[in-house]
């Protein structure tokens, strides 16, 4: 070929495509152009430009090169020297893929008894208060799971014994088979019929588990919630899930969050944000006003001429971040509250006042209101 093709476009995936997504398209594009079963006039050229895509792709390191600098970028070893064919038995080559897709087993090479099952994941949700959220806490909670059987210990034989090995397999978990293709005999491999791929026979179950290694069971834990921790976060506690079926390692426990709404005060990232009330006059002519916080109450002076709506800040009175650095701020806003009713004192001194600001509606600067007309009539 002239020129070579585009890698992704060979195997018929996108450039964000995953190594499944990639493997799954190379296994289609090599038995479509496998030499002995297409009939393609190019189909040993395209097989080779395919598994050529797939030797690249299947590498993070080779990818990575390749989509910076294309052909360039991975020159000399996307070529195949020799014997297109040859390699089937090799461990990791991309024929052995293809071999297992046509044949349903490797060639040649040792048998390997199955890996270790992993236990599985659980997650359960935890109700945190507003306060435990910021400040963090610890809770008991209770998990229902699987565990490792007390009378056996998970052995799966009564009394704890250790199971025998499979005569069948040898331990290996695998049976080689002598199959026909239209290669030639090959020697193929599966799970062993007898132990399930397992290894080792459960001759005398344990009565506990009834031979299963694990039992069900309610247990209760120490949560330690971090300080700042948001409605939604997900604490993993490695190792407390599910123990595994054999002798794999025990899942992992996720505890999600959950924080309630606080009456006061709303949480936006690291700050925290609250209202406060207070009355005209003290809004012209200002005040020591107490203002909530988590830390407690503290004393804030309102400034001469606040208007409605005007915000202040507290500092590090909000939450803390959760890498360990300075809590965030509080910040309070002011909401000026105009009475509805009035006693006859106070309909007097508004009247005196309205007297002395003048009754004249007149435009006033862009952010001058009411307010700022009261600080400036009393002089403040």
């Known amino acids: 070929m002239a020129e070579k093709r585009d890698y992704y476009e060979v195997l018929g995936v996108s450039k964000s495509a995953t190594q499944v997504e990639i493997k799954k398209g190379y296994r289609a594009k090599a038995k479509q152009y496998h030499p002995d079963i297409s009939q393609e006039p190019d189909a ?7 598994n050529e895509a797939y030797e690249v792709l299947s590498n993070e390191d080779s990818r990575a090169a390749y989509d910076r600098f294309g052909h360039a970028g991975v020159n000399g070893q996307g070529g195949f020297g020799g014997d297109p064919f040859g390699g089937f038995g090799a461990q990791g ?3 052995g893929d293809i071999f297992e897709t046509f044949f349903g087993g490797g060639m040649g090479g040792s048998t390997r008894a199955r890996a270790p099952q992993r236990g599985a994941d659980i997650q359960v949700s935890l109700n945190l208060s507003f306060e435990d959220a910021v400040f963090g806490t610890e809770r008991e909670i209770e998990v229902d799971r699987l565990e490792t059987c007390e009378s056996c ?3 799966r034989m009564k009394d704890g014994e250790t199971p025998p090995t499979c005569s069948a397999c040898g331990g290996t978990g695998e049976v080689r088979r002598v199959q026909q293709t239209i290669l030639g005999q090959f020697m193929t491999s599966g799970p062993c019929p007898t132990c399930n791929g397992e290894g080792v026979q459960i001759t005398d179950p344990c009565p506990a588990c009834k031979g299963r290694g694990r039992t069900r069971k309610y247990t209760k834990l120490m949560v330690t919630v971090p300080a700042g921790i948001d409605d939604g976060q997900t604490i993993r506690m490695t190792g407390q899930g599910e123990a595994a079926p054999g002798k794999g390692s025990a899942g992992d426990l996720f505890v999600k969050v959950r924080v309630q709404s606080h009456k006061f005060f709303e949480r936006r990232g690291k700050q925290i944000h609250s209202t406060v009330g207070i009355n005209v006059a003290q809004a012209a002519l200002g005040d020591d006003i107490e203002i909530d916080t988590l830390d407690g109450p503290v004393v804030f002076t309102v400034p001469g001429g606040t208007q409605s709506g005007q915000q202040f800040r507290l500092r ?7 890498r360990g650095s300075e809590r965030g701020d509080q910040l309070v806003t002011v909401e000026v509250i105009i009475p509805k009713k009035l006693s006859k004192e106070q309909e007097e001194l508004f009247e005196q006042l309205s007297s002395s600001l003048g009754k004249e509606v007149t435009p006033q600067p862009k952010g001058k209101g ?3 007309r009261v600080k400036d009539a009393m002089g403040v």
């Open 93 to 95: 080559s991309p024929f």
């Open 153 to 155: 210990h998970g052995t």
């Open 316 to 322: 590090g009175k909000g939450v803390p971040d959760l």
């Open 370 to 372: 009411f307010l700022d």
């Open 44 to 50: 040993e050229i395209r097989f080779k430009e395919v």
